[in-house]
């Protein structure tokens, strides 16, 4: 199972861009990269995912480095709602989970 | 599409009694996954099944635990004889294929007293 090594809190202010980093250098060449989200008392919520593109969907945007060993999720506006605990995982057969970062959003 | 189901919410129990939970995934998901997740850390994998089989199991899954996905549909989550250290949140994932996003539901939250 690849390892991934995340910062373990972040802090932003609302309505500014947060970049969450991801390392992921263990990862296999045929596995996406998923990210999920889980806010206090619910299970945890997709993101968005990729390979090797950049990617956009309506929640985040999804930077992958060209050697696939890091990735970095981009909130291009956080707002209060967003806090939460945010998870990178190399997905294979089983989606294995780290601790993840929390992030705080500074009204 | 109504998401995943999870039931009971909530479940409290005495130690050494038994408990079974439910998930029902979204429909015509094949891959069906379960987790535990405790205050604190990230939600820890069990098992997971493609259809109706059961193709892994945690080697941290001790014997009492039990899951099932008889006809590919709906699962079931079973530990024999409880044990304080049970007490989690119990999430169920589906997806649609195997490398397609999960969808989780709410969990069931357990508590063994």
């Known amino acids: 199972d690849a390892k991934t090594t995340q910062p373990n809190s972040m802090e932003s202010n609302e309505e500014e861009p947060v970049h969450l980093p991801c390392n992921h250098s263990t990862i296999s060449g045929t596995d996406y990269i998923h990210w999920y989200r889980q806010l206090p008392s619910q299970g945890p919520e997709y993101v968005i995912h990729?390979?090797?593109s950049n990617v956009n969907n309506r929640m985040a945007s999804l930077a992958i480095a060209e050697d696939r060993k890091s990735s970095t999720l981009i909130l291009h506006r956080a707002t209060l709602r967003d806090a939460a605990v945010y998870y990178c995982i190399p997905r294979d057969d089983k989606i294995i989970f780290g601790k993840g970062t929390r992030l705080h959003i500074l009204p | 599409d109504t998401g995943v189901s999870q039931n009971p919410r909530h479940k409290i129990t005495k130690r050494g009694q038994n408990v079974t939970f439910r998930c029902d995934p979204i429909s015509e998901h094949n891959r069906l996954y379960w987790y535990r997740q405790t205050l604190g850390q990230g939600p820890e994998f069990l098992t997971y099944f493609q259809n109706e089989a059961q193709l892994e199991k945690s080697r941290l899954l001790s014997d009492r635990f039990s899951a099932e996905r008889p006809k590919g549909s709906f699962s079931t989550l079973e530990i024999q004889r409880t044990e304080q250290g049970d007490s989690a949140m119990y999430l169920c994932?589906?997806?649609?294929?195997?490398?397609?996003?999960?969808?989780f539901g709410n969990g069931t939250r357990l508590t063994v007293t």
């Open positions: 990729g390979l090797t």
């Open positions: 994932a589906s997806s649609l294929h195997s490398n397609s996003p999960l969808h």
